[in-house]
């Protein structure tokens, strides 16, 4: 991320599962594998990393909605 206050975050259907990746700027605020641990954990799966960079998914699509809304919350306040 080249913006130091930046941050992304991508949930996708990747065939029967849904990823979750997150990068996250240094002065963002936020850390990326803690989203990425409780996104995941709603889809009924897994995931994790550092402050900057996490991914993860699960296989549970139908809450998809409920990930993206908890995703927003975490990263838009």
Do not use: H, W
């Amino acid at each position: 991320v080249k913006d130091p206050k930046a941050a992304y975050c991508g949930i996708f259907e990747a065939g029967p599962t849904i990823r979750v990746m997150i990068f996250a700027g240094e002065q963002s605020g936020i850390n990326a594998g803690s989203i990425a641990k409780e996104i995941s954990s709603i889809l009924g799966g897994s995931g994790g990393g550092d402050a900057k960079f996490a991914q993860g998914g699960g296989k549970d699509t139908s809450k998809k909605e409920q990930a993206i809304a908890k995703a927003k919350s975490m990263i838009l306040g």
